[in-house]
């Protein structure tokens, strides 16, 4: 039974590759623009935020044994309408995320290739459509591509820390912040937007019932990978201060642009191949996995069951049709700096249920055996939703509706799923 289980090593590495993408590539320079400098104590600051929320839901997940993540949490804690507004929040985040590497692709294309700039929505488009018809037609992402994809973001980003550490200018550190002087807000606007390259640290928590000896292994885990990724994130942000001082704010794409000025054409275009293969790779495999968290959906009985229907190739082509029309206005919409802020206010309508559904859980459910207890008991939950509330707040009306804007379409879809399913159930009962 516990041969196809994963070690310890094996989940590290999978926490890893989940989180580090293109956000470390491409937004080491907007975070320059806001904070300058003191944009590592931003990163610190994610992190620590990142690790109370991972440790909630690794700890949500230890009383349940069918998959659901935050939906099902939700609704065992909340009930039926909070359960259905996380789920279907749950698909337009990866949505979101979705459209936000395919921009993330087209601005680091363009970076490599300034060309191409007038055909940024046009090099988009073709991402988008040409993954939906690739999966319309059965196409499976395959093992060699994650192996390839797992590299190819690892090896530019050591070797820039490696060689980079050396070409570092003390002087390049002064001022701490830019222009010398502190701007209201700034903090809370870099930290939502460096929140994004620390995404995907949920994986680990669903992930929990392929782990050797998860009761012990998960809470390790969680706490190394961010401790690691965060480490390696501060590293590279010291890095690319240290190489291009003040000028990093204006950097399109900031590793890149570092490395030739120490490498030369040799070092750009390491980094430009590993931000693309990086993207890339991990795009095709969302362009995969976003539509199933549709057909999730509707095998739950909480959306249409026509989001379900699948073709001659097993492919669920309703559901792969309407995620691929929704990415592709979302990402037409924004810059990648606009879309990883969205994509990150995103995924608190998933984190802040989970954390409060912990709080629930421990009076709910607390005779029932637990794989470990969280120290301090409500502490980190409490902690973690008050400091994600803050954050929310700082942002502006118009990215916290767009980013949450989910929740308000849900309220009526819910209304006419149930409409649907009384219906239903009344023409079952008169024949």
């Known amino acids: 039974m516990n041969k196809n289980k994963l070690g310890m090593g094996s989940v590290l590495l999978l926490g890893i590759n989940g989180i580090i993408g293109s956000g470390i590539f491409l937004l080491p320079n907007q975070a320059a623009k806001l904070m300058g400098t003191a944009s590592i104590f931003v990163l ?52 979101i995320a979705e459209a936000t590497m395919a921009v993330a692709f087209e601005t680091a294309l363009i970076a490599t290739f300034p060309s191409a700039e007038p055909y940024k929505n046009l090099i988009i488009s073709v991402l988008i459509i040409g993954l939906a018809i690739m999966n319309i037609l059965g196409a499976q992402v395959s093992k060699v591509v994650n192996n390839i994809i797992t590299v190819s973001k690892l090896l530019p980003l050591v070797l820039f820390v490696a060689i980079g550490i050396f070409f570092i200018h003390q002087n ?109 790779g991990l795009l095709v495999a969302s362009s995969y996995i976003t539509p199933r968290s549709g057909v999730a959906l509707a095998e739950s009985g909480i959306m249409p069951p026509l989001l379900k229907k699948r073709n001659r190739y097993n492919a669920p082509w309703v559901s792969i049709i309407i995620s691929m029309i929704i990415t592709l206005l979302i990402a037409w919409s924004g810059t990648f700096g606009f879309l990883a802020q969205i994509s990150a206010i995103s995924r608190f309508a998933q984190y802040i249920p989970t954390c409060l559904a912990v709080i629930v859980f421990a009076h709910t459910k607390k005779r029932q055996p637990q794989s470990f207890h969280l120290i301090g008991g409500p502490v980190i939950p409490i902690i973690a939703v008050l400091v994600s509330v803050w954050l929310l707040f700082q942002v502006n009306t118009q990215q916290l509706l767009i980013g949450l804007g989910a929740l308000l379409v849900a309220i009526p879809l819910y209304l006419i799923m149930k409409a649907y399913l009384i219906w239903g159930h009344k023409n079952k009962q008169s024949l």
Request: aromatic content about 14%.
């Open 44 to 95: 610190i600051f994610d992190a620590l935020l990142v690790i109370s929320i991972a440790l909630c839901f690794a700890q949500a997940a230890t009383y349940f044994d069918k998959d659901g993540g935050p939906y099902l949490y939700a609704q065992d804690a909340f009930g039926e309408f909070i359960g259905f507004e996380v789920g279907f929040v749950t698909w337009a985040v990866r949505m």
């Open 172 to 280: 390049n550190f002064t001022p701490l912040f830019p222009h010398g002087t502190y701007q209201k807000g700034a903090f809370a606007q870099a930290a939502i937007l460096m929140f994004y390259a620390f995404t995907g640290f949920e994986g680990l928590a669903v992930a929990a019932g392929d782990m050797k000896n998860a009761k012990q292994n998960l809470p390790k885990a969680i706490i190394i990978v961010i401790i690691c990724v965060a480490s390696f994130y501060i590293l590279i942000q010291i890095v690319t201060t240290g190489i291009l001082g003040s000028s990093l704010a204006q950097a399109n794409a900031p590793i890149q642009t570092a490395f030739a000025h120490i490498a030369g054409q040799f070092g750009k275009a390491l980094v430009a191949a590993g931000t693309l293969l990086s993207t890339g």
